[in-house]
């Protein structure tokens, strides 16, 4: 057994794909009727509807197409996102708990429709979803869950251990979900989307947008594009319109392995009740079976050494499959709103022409999924039965305001903690393929040895709002831990909200 993580980030789904699709960087200014920023689900599933409506849609992506939060998910295409409906019940009543179960089938269903109109191949698979626990303490939680369901109306309910392929104390089901390979689904879509003659531009930054009756929206590059309507699909909103996404989101990290087993668990999806989370899935490789193992949540750019995280997924890997052998580790970058609700529909009532989608609390396959027709039927001014579950424009008391105080409290302390910091290595101590924060002339900077020995040395302050950001040693990268932004070794924006890149320092 290969006891070895992989050197690198590397998710399992872009790599077992048989060809990478390109497209050009923005070279000119142009006009369009939609101009969609992100290349993720929610971005090229909306673009791929709306192009069925008859708008003439660009697509702008800062980096690769599906190398965001789509290429380094989990892929579980369901409606059991933990142990949410009695909490949903509580927060917001029965109808909207009902209407987020709907419209969550139906992004399932979706996505079940499209496969087959593209035709792609994409190990798609129906499988129920299993919550699962080891805790006796939760068994109370699980049964009012259980009871949510049943209010609600879910296919599914409390199961026996027998249903179960380990031992648990207790564990609960939503019957008849799915779950794929979400690359050779999207890059089909892709495909067919540009064949239609759709535009889809990589490498090319939205940095702003000047709103209007025909907005702009302006790149790096210095080029713009000029449409009726903008939508903010890129993770984290580009465009904030005043709408503070920033102070009412947070987001989180959590980490992936793909592993190799000689008795794979062949069928169900499986999620537990307690923390540290720990999420398991099969996939087929080639001719074989192997197994998705997820788990750890932090939030990004706080807690433990990044590279422990992967150490204790492999740990627990072993634990489950005695002879797992690492294939592939990679983590993923969410963003979570106040109350648990994604975000999507026009960001403020002032500018109905702009929107977003986002906030999807590592759901996004069916949250990004069935956005496309929110943000569809919001353009087409047509009514929506989801369309005030998922608006922007919300804010609820309850948990709403006490989240809000306790996030940004948080930033706050972030941004003290990083500013008083007097801590730092010289440069010429880290070694090869180590980074870290450093002092240059006596003040705070990151640097990074890369295994030629270079030295890349940057200015920790965010360009978004003026946090320091930590080194992630897990994955190579400057976090920031107030708004989560991200940056390579060179400082190169890799997440938003920051547009613009760390500050270079000479060595």
């Not at 540290?276 to 001719?287: E, F, L, T």
């Not at 922007?392 to 930033?411: H, I, T």
């Amino acid at each position: 057994m290969d006891n070895q993580l992989p050197r690198f980030p590397e998710p399992f789904w872009r790599k077992n794909v048989s060809a990478e699709l390109e497209f050009p960087k923005l070279s000119e200014d142009l006009t369009c009727d939609v101009c969609i920023v992100g290349g993720g689900i929610a971005g090229i599933t909306t673009a791929y509807v709306l192009q069925k409506e008859g708008f003439d849609v660009v697509v702008l992506e800062a980096g690769r197409l599906l190398n965001g939060t789509t290429g380094h998910t989990t892929a579980k295409i369901t409606s059991q996102h933990g142990l949410i409906y009695d909490e949903y019940i509580s927060h917001f009543g029965e109808e909207k708990a009902r209407r987020y179960y709907e419209a969550n089938e139906e992004g399932l269903k979706m996505i079940e429709s499209f496969i087959s109109e593209l035709g792609v191949d994409c190990g798609f698979s129906r499988q129920d979803a299993f919550v699962w626990t080891n805790e006796r303490k939760k068994l109370d939680q699980l049964k009012k869950e259980d009871e949510a369901y049943r209010k609600l109306g879910i296919d599914g309910g409390l199961v026996d251990e027998s249903e179960l392929p380990f031992p648990a104390e207790g564990a609960i089901v939503i019957r008849n979900q799915a779950q794929f390979n979400p690359v050779p689904y999207l890059q089909a879509m892709a495909a067919s989307f540009t064949d239609k003659g759709g535009r889809i531009f990589e490498n090319t930054t939205a940095n702003g947008v000047d709103p209007g009756d025909s907005p702009k929206v302006n790149t790096r590059s210095g080029y713009s594009v000029t449409c009726r309507h903008v939508v903010a699909a890129s993770h984290f909103p580009f465009y904030d319109g005043s709408a503070l996404f920033f102070a009412r989101m947070h987001a989180e990290r959590s980490y992936s392995l793909a592993v190799r087993t000689s008795k794979p668990m062949e069928t169900g999806m499986y999620i537990n009740a307690e923390d540290p989370k720990r999420s398991i899935r099969s996939s087929p490789m080639g001719d074989e079976t192997i197994m998705i193992i997820g788990g750890e949540r932090h939030k990004t750019g706080q807690g433990i050494d990044t590279s422990r995280h992967y150490d204790d997924l492999a740990f627990y890997s072993r634990e489950v499959f005695p002879d797992a052998e690492v294939l592939y580790r990679w983590a993923s970058h969410d963003w979570i709103t106040m109350d648990k609700m994604p975000y999507i529909g026009p960001v403020r009532e002032k500018y109905g022409n702009i929107l977003a989608a986002t906030g999807f609390h590592k759901w996004g396959m069916t949250n990004g999924t069935i956005a496309a027709r929110v943000i569809r039927d919001a353009i087409q001014e047509n009514e929506h039965p989801y369309r005030e579950l998922y608006s922007p424009q919300r804010l609820k008391a309850d948990p709403s305001f006490r989240e809000f105080v306790k996030e940004n409290a948080n930033v706050a302390k972030e941004l003290i903690k990083g500013k008083i910091e007097l801590n730092g290595r010289d440069p010429e101590d880290l070694q090869n393929d180590q980074g870290g924060v450093v002092r240059v002339n006596g003040k705070r900077a990151g640097a990074y040895r890369d295994h030629d020995g270079k030295l890349h040395i940057v200015d920790t302050t965010c360009r978004h709002m003026g946090c320091e950001v930590e080194w992630n040693d897990g994955d190579r990268t400057w976090d920031c831990p107030c708004h989560a932004s991200r940056y390579k070794v060179d400082g190169t924006v890799v997440e938003g909200p920051a547009t613009e890149p760390l500050k270079r320092i000479e060595p």
